[in-house]
């Protein structure tokens, strides 16, 4: 949205009034009838041209304009135009403002019904604290430059054409039913660029943060608008998952993590989320899984989520053996040999059994209980139990016993064979 200011120079003390009279240079007072308007354009004083005049202001000449210039006509600048704080360039419909030179407009900047070409080698330069408003058309042709440190707005129905370079720094608006055809750069750097209307960009739209504002409420079609020049530092936000706890299935146990969330308040650009957990599983104990987000910037952020993994399971025993009997002759008892149970465990594997009264150890007569135990790494107990049985064979003395165990009754006929020999 473009509303430029003629800062045109006239000096009068006594509110002087000029209207061209036929088509010239600034400079000449033929322009003016005889009388030439002074390069400084004072407060009261008013500059006409009417339609069907063309008015040029030579590369020569600067122009401070601090009145009222009023265009109807055309207007010819290849010098600088000074607008100043209490100035108003007022470039009506129909009218034409061709500018090939510099453009300083400030204060009430400038309002175009008309059309303005700001041409090759043309500045432009709104400092305008009120409006430079265009309800006209604007054209930014190639190679020529706006740079807008004002409030620049392009009103309804009005179309701002841009081939060169805008450089915003301040507030380019532009309102419902307004246009803007972008075909050239315009540099959004440390401003705010409104659009309530219709933007057609066709050339490049640059951002530059942090600063740079773009505020996306009308239409804009054709190429998006370029963030990558903005100078993003802000990491997305993430929150993990909830901690889980889970009870072991084997040395590596895998478990559903869950899913991180992460926004950006940046901008919504596309937010890329990893972890650190092991696709192998986790094993038994603590451990911390550490979630990432990172945006299209490569600014990131962490979030940690716990995953515990128990083991409550005792070890599983098999193989227990049967009850084992033994016959003896002697009083004494008898030597017994059984084979151990086996044990496996989830998460160690195989553990040993430890039984008592061990194997080999020597049993009294009468039945005794074997306890069998298998304990983990991590404490889980499981048991087992069978029995030795000896009994004392009734025909046999206190020195002669016979053992139904086939190494045991061994044993015995040997000893009783000593017994007898001894005799």
Do not use: R
Not at 4 to 26: E, K, M, R, V
Not at 234 to 239: C, E
């Amino acid at each position: 949205m473009l509303v430029f200011g003629l800062p045109f120079s006239i000096h009068d003390a006594h509110a002087a009034a000029f209207a061209a009279t036929q088509s010239g240079n600034w400079d000449d007072p033929a322009t003016w009838g005889g009388f030439t308007p002074p390069t400084t354009i004072d407060m009261g004083d008013k500059v006409i041209i009417p339609a069907g005049i063309t008015v040029t202001v030579p590369s020569s000449a600067t122009i401070t304009n601090s009145g009222v210039i009023t265009n109807d006509g055309t207007v010819n600048n290849h010098g600088m135009i000074n607008h100043s704080n209490s100035g108003n360039l007022i470039n009506d419909a129909g009218a034409i403002i061709n500018n090939y030179g510099t453009i300083n407009a400030y204060g009430h900047g400038m309002q175009n019904h008309g059309t303005i070409f700001n041409n090759a080698g043309g500045v432009i330069n709104n400092y305008a604290s009120y409006s430079t408003i265009n309800y006209g058309t604007v054209f930014n042709n190639a190679g020529a430059t706006i740079n807008n440190y004002g409030n620049f707005i392009t009103n309804a129905l009005a179309v701002t054409n841009n081939n060169g370079t805008i450089n915003n720094h301040s507030l380019i608006w532009n309102l419902a039913l307004a246009t803007i055809n972008n075909s050239g750069v315009i540099l959004n750097t440390g401003g705010n660029m409104t659009n309530q209307g219709i933007i057609n960009n066709f050339g490049v739209i640059d951002n530059i943060c942090p600063d740079g504002v773009i505020n996306q409420n009308g239409t804009l079609t054709g190429n998006p608008i370029d963030n990558a020049s903005c100078v993003d530092q802000i990491p997305p936000t993430i929150t993990a998952p909830p901690d889980i706890i889970a009870e072991a299935t084997g040395p590596f146990t895998t478990v559903t993590l869950g899913a991180a969330i992460a926004t950006d308040s940046d901008e919504p650009d596309a937010i890329t989320i990893t972890n650190n957990a092991s696709s192998g599983g986790f094993p038994v104990g603590v451990t911390i899984v550490t979630w990432t987000a990172t945006d299209s910037h490569g600014n990131n952020a962490n979030t940690t989520q716990t995953v515990t993994i128990t083991d409550h399971t005792p070890p599983t025993i098999t193989g227990t053996p049967s009850d084992v009997t033994v016959h003896v002759k002697h009083k004494s008892g008898a030597a017994v040999t059984y084979a151990s149970p086996t044990a496996t465990d989830l998460v160690d594997g195989s553990v040993p059994v430890t039984c008592t009264p061990p194997s080999g150890s020597t049993f009294s007569i009468g039945n005794t209980t074997i306890t069998c135990i298998a304990t983990d790494s991590h404490g889980n107990s499981a048991s087992t139990t069978f029995h030795v049985i000896v009994t004392q064979n009734p025909q046999g003395s206190d020195d002669d016993h016979e053992n139904s165990n086939d190494d045991n009754s061994k044993n015995d006929d040997n000893k009783d064979n000593n017994d007898k020999n001894s005799e």
